[in-house]
């Protein structure tokens, strides 16, 4: 391709409102333009990148037996209805009405409308499993579109279900997806940690999250540093390993309270329906909402205070603790604000009847969960997520099967997503450097990037002209014919960022022409006729 053909809008100037780096060159090196906020047009190069993704997953969800189709965008809210999502959802998804007053959304997620084709169609067991997959835009209004392509309000996104009539089988399908998620990104050139995450609005039970690490993610990851242990800091479990003082039990609420962290217990309360959830933990720990949902089993919502005493409760409040609440000897019990309320407090005999769980935030230099190590922190781009949805959506919208025996079963569903825009982003965001971005080699543009210095010189564009016919026929290749100055051409070089670089210089007569590897910054010489052999040399080492 010639560059002096293509639209490459490339900027000097980092634009005011890109905060990350995979934004700023993104914007800089003409890969995408910003249409509105969180709304984005992917320009040739942006477009070529997003191409090529698409076929990683799609050759991928193809070897896994997945089977491709296409749904519509603009689905019915009588769908949503059913699956009971239409007034729970939230502000995020995007709704209309139509010339009758017809209430749609745009397509955020697909759930309801693929168990509304599968219900009248896999209707035995003979049927199942099956695994269908989409490569579509998705539609979400964000409270707060930014990070360019990692938080936008349109988004590319490939959804697959399957669709299962046991456990076992979903089980199986879950593994598969797993799988082929990690050679997707693996692939795609990315640091990729599979970590154990909550499955929130979705719905189901057991779920992970690709975490591309990045120091402008969103998400904490807690992992270990012995082992492959991963999970989202919200879900990850607490080792409590703390041994219990060796300290005799006082009276309740005789002497004088005992302060610090190693005896104070501090109160947390939550709305759950008309129940009041009062949680009590230690002090310098942090409350997890998630597990205490995960445990409760129903959502619930944050209450600033209360004047509920957790040992003497009244009607409708739930008491629980944090297992780390355990090993307390003489502890004081602070309210809501901070004020001592009982001391001498003992769980095994002021709590008994207190339900202990995990309910505390995991802290880096904790024991990892597996007993291998301690924890760390990193920050992380989510860039796919696989669920077990189980049968929330099938028996919600009656989509049912007859088994073996005759009987009518909920089919048994899973759900798996990549941002296949925010892979693009996730791996700008990895592979760049001060000078611009660093594509790797399965998903950049184009391979090789010729620059003639002066196409004005009659030597230097011949030779230019040959070596384009030439590796055009074994890589992609882009050819910068444009008359600009060689800093120009150098610098934009640079910015786009093709794994190898050509230049054409002064040497173009001896039949020399340099080679720049652009992941190493390697630079070396070589005759022309050398060059297709040194091409493939520089590609097969990054």
């Known amino acids: 391709m010639r560059q002096s053909t293509m639209l490459i809008p490339t900027l000097k100037e980092t634009p005011a409102d890109a905060e990350s780096a995979s ?25 070529r990148v997003l191409k090529k993704i698409e076929a990683i997953v799609r050759e991928e969800m193809d070897k896994a037996g997945c089977v491709e189709l ?23 998804l995007m709704r209309l009405k139509d010339r009758h007053d017809r209430d749609f959304a745009l397509g955020a997620t697909h759930e309801e409308l693929i168990t509304s084709l599968v219900r009248d169609e896999l209707n035995s067991y003979k049927k199942l499993p099956m695994t269908l997959y989409q490569i579509q835009t998705k539609y979400r209004d964000e409270r707060r579109p930014r990070f360019g392509l990692l938080r936008g309000r349109e ?127 230690r002090k310098g720990d942090e409350v997890n909402d998630v597990k205490v949902k995960n445990a ?27 297992n780390g609440v355990k090993n307390v000897v003489n502890g ?15 769980p095994e005999r002021d709590l008994s009847a207190v339900r202990f769980d995990d309910l505390r935030m995991i ?63 996730a791996i700008a965001e990895q592979h760049h450097d001060e000078a611009g971005l660093k594509w790797p080699v399965v998903v950049a543009p184009f391979a090789v990037h010729i620059v003639p210095v002066n196409v004005k010189n009659a030597e230097q564009k011949q030779t230019a002209e040959a070596l384009y016919e030439q590796l055009k026929t074994q890589y992609e290749v882009l050819l910068d014919d444009r008359d600009e100055r060689a800093g120009v051409k150098f610098a934009e070089a640079d910015l786009i960022g093709c794994p190898v670089r050509v230049t054409v210089g002064k040497k173009a007569g001896e039949g020399i022409v340099e080679v720049k590897v652009r992941a190493t910054g390697e630079v070396r010489e070589c005759n022309v006729s050398e060059l297709l052999h040194v091409v493939d040399e520089c590609l097969n080492r990054v």
């Open 23 to 47: 934004h700023r060159f993104l914007l800089r090196a003409g890969f995408i333009r910003q249409n509105a906020a969180g709304i984005y047009s992917y320009l040739p190069l942006g477009h």
């Open 70 to 92: 296409l749904m519509p965008a603009l689905q019915p809210a009588e769908l949503w209805h059913e699956s009971g999502r239409w007034d729970v959802y939230g502000p995020e």
């Open 155 to 281: 988004f590319v996104m490939k959804d697959a279900y399957s669709f299962h009539s046991d456990e076992a089988s979903l089980d199986e399908r879950y593994q598969i997806m797993y799988d082929a998620y990690k050679r997707v990104f693996e692939r795609c050139g990315l640091n990729v940690r599979a970590v154990i995450a909550d499955s929130g609005a979705m719905g189901g039970k057991d779920t992970h999250e690709f975490m591309a690490l990045a120091e402008i993610g969103e998400d904490t990851i807690a992992y270990s540093d012995q082992s492959d242990y991963a999970a989202n800091v919200e879900m990850a479990k607490v080792l409590h390993i703390d041994e219990k003082p060796d300290e005799a039990p006082l009276p309740l609420d005789e002497g004088e309270a005992k302060r610090g962290q190693a005896y104070e217990i501090e109160t947390r309360f939550f709305k759950a329906g008309e129940d009041l959830i009062a949680v009590l933990f």
């Open 296 to 322: 409760l089993g129903v959502d619930i919502v944050f209450e600033a205070e209360s004047d509920i005493d957790p040992l003497n409760p009244s009607e409708r409040v739930v008491v629980m603790a944090d």
């Open 332 to 346: 004081t019990l602070l309210d809501a604000s901070g004020n001592v309320r009982h001391f001498n407090v003992n």
């Open 363 to 425: 802290k880096e230099g904790d024991p990892s969960p597996d007993g291998k190590g301690r924890i760390r922190f990193a920050r992380g781009i989510e860039v796919g997520q696989v669920f077990k949805l189980g049968t929330k959506y099938s028996e919600a919208m009656n989509a049912r099967f007859l088994d073996e025996n005759g009987k009518s079963r909920p089919i048994i569903m899973g759900c798996y997503g990549i941002g296949i825009s925010r892979t693009l982003a």
